[in-house]
């Protein structure tokens, strides 16, 4: 009876033990499956620490998650050295680092740990504090032995989906570097880079990198426009910058400018609150910019302008590098469309650059997705200037009135515009 038992055990497909497993949701339940029987251990196992928290300091008020857990270093350890296998099924990697030091955890224990995890996707290195100090009054242990583990990395060249870095200030400059060699997408979460300390030798190899930034304001912009990591920002090929501030556009202006070379997309979130979410908040206008006509692979800027709740002031003055203003264009071609897709038909000679807000770009022609309704129709003073440069109409030749500002004096160049706009045909509109 046994022997018939085990056999009808071992009979089953593995579709069918994944699909059974796949039907367990709570990590307490998946526990349970997996000492149930043995067919049944090493798929509980991959669900159980597919998604692997490290405390670096016994911490019992951490919850478990519904798909992961939560081990301390130690309990780590003790696991992966009896059965080395079980590191190969981490894939997604939290480390949490506290402030101060480890208690009854010797640093090569965190060390060791670490070494067994060479086969992680994602990576998110944690502060405790959320909120906590600089990344040198961390605690010393866990701090030289994640900086050791990412070196390992490197030189390894271990690759990785994914590595964010949230809630730590002044983090090193070889952390960083290093970061970005093993990563194809780095997320600065209210974190910034350490300004100070000696060069860093150069790493690079060829694939797409990708840098997200969110609450960080402009310092971690200023920080990563060093001669330092200038190599990184030419091989970036999507970039996402999430700025609050007026000092964060500036700051991300210039990288925008560093990376136009290389870049295959590029987003910029502009809001006021960029890490609260209201269900009235509304995308309101994209801009695809092809940014360099020579690639192979057209080069797109997105530009997405999230406003805050009505009634709450505008993320930049109008007066702004950024200049928005209710588009005369939408109102006059899209009377009968509430929502269009306006595409610049390219024309045969490009200029070589288009100044705008003191920097230089390179444009060829522009994509506009104007977004909710005809009243709220968006659009950017400096692109579409460019439109009415093609058809000899300079905003300054536009008769003014007293106490009209650049705004209304752009609007009625380009509602002037109009006809020699269409009869020219730069413009192609196509319903969305």
């Known amino acids: 009876m046994p022997l018939a038992a085990r056999r009808g055990r071992s009979s089953l497909s593995d579709e069918l033990v994944d699909l059974i497993v796949g039907c367990v949701n709570s990590t307490q339940d998946l526990r349970a ?224 400018y560093v990376c136009r070379m290389n870049v295959k997309h590029i987003e910029v979130v502009c809001t006021r609150e960029p890490q609260k979410s209201y269900p009235d908040q509304a995308k309101v206008t994209e801009l695809n910019m092809p940014i360099n006509p020579g690639l192979p692979v057209a080069s797109h800027l997105t530009l997405t302008i999230e406003l805050p709740r009505a009634g709450s002031p505008p993320p930049f003055p109008k007066d702004n590098n950024l200049t928005w203003f209710t588009s005369v264009l939408v109102a006059r071609v899209l009377e009968t469309c509430t929502k269009a897709k306006i595409v610049v038909i390219p024309v045969d000679v490009y200029p070589d650059c288009f100044r705008l807000t003191g920097h230089t770009f390179s444009f060829i022609p522009v994509t506009l997705v104007p977004l909710g309704t005809l009243d709220a129709k968006f659009a950017v003073h400096g692109m579409l200037e460019r439109v009415l440069w093609r058809v000899s109409i300079r905003p300054g030749s536009v008769p003014t009135l007293p106490g009209m500002d650049q705004l209304e004096v752009f609007t009625a160049a380009l509602e002037r515009a109009m006809p020699k706009i269409m009869e020219k045909g730069l413009l192609k509109v196509e319903a969305d």
């Open 33 to 256: 499956c997996c000492l149930a029987a043995a067919v049944f251990r090493q798929p509980c196992q991959k669900r159980l620490l597919r998604s692997l928290t490290l405390l670096t300091r016994n911490s019992s008020g951490l919850p478990l998650s519904a798909t992961g857990s939560h081990r301390s270093i130690f309990e780590a350890y003790t696991r992966f050295t009896t059965q080395p296998r079980l590191a190969l099924y981490v894939k997604e990697l939290f480390i949490v680092l506290h402030h101060k030091a480890i208690r009854a955890t010797p640093p090569e224990y965190t060390r060791a740990v670490l070494d067994f995890l060479t086969r992680v996707h994602r990576v998110r290195l944690v502060n405790a504090l959320q909120t906590g100090p600089e990344w040198d009054l961390l605690s010393p242990e866990s701090r030289s032995a994640v900086m050791h583990w990412v070196q390992a990395l490197a030189d390894r060249a271990i690759f990785l989906q994914s590595f964010e870095l949230e809630c730590f200030v002044r983090i090193p400059k070889s952390l960083v570097h290093d970061v970005l060699y093993i990563a194809d997408s780095v997320t600065f979460f209210g974190s910034s880079v350490d300004e100070r300390g000696p060069a860093v030798p150069r790493r690079s190899r060829e694939r797409q990198l990708r840098i997200d930034t969110e609450g960080t304001g402009s310092y971690v912009y200023r920080s990563l426009y060093q001669k330092e990591f200038l190599p990184y920002l030419q091989l970036l090929t999507n970039m996402t910058l999430c700025f609050e501030e007026r000092a964060g556009f500036y700051a991300a202006r210039q990288l925008l």
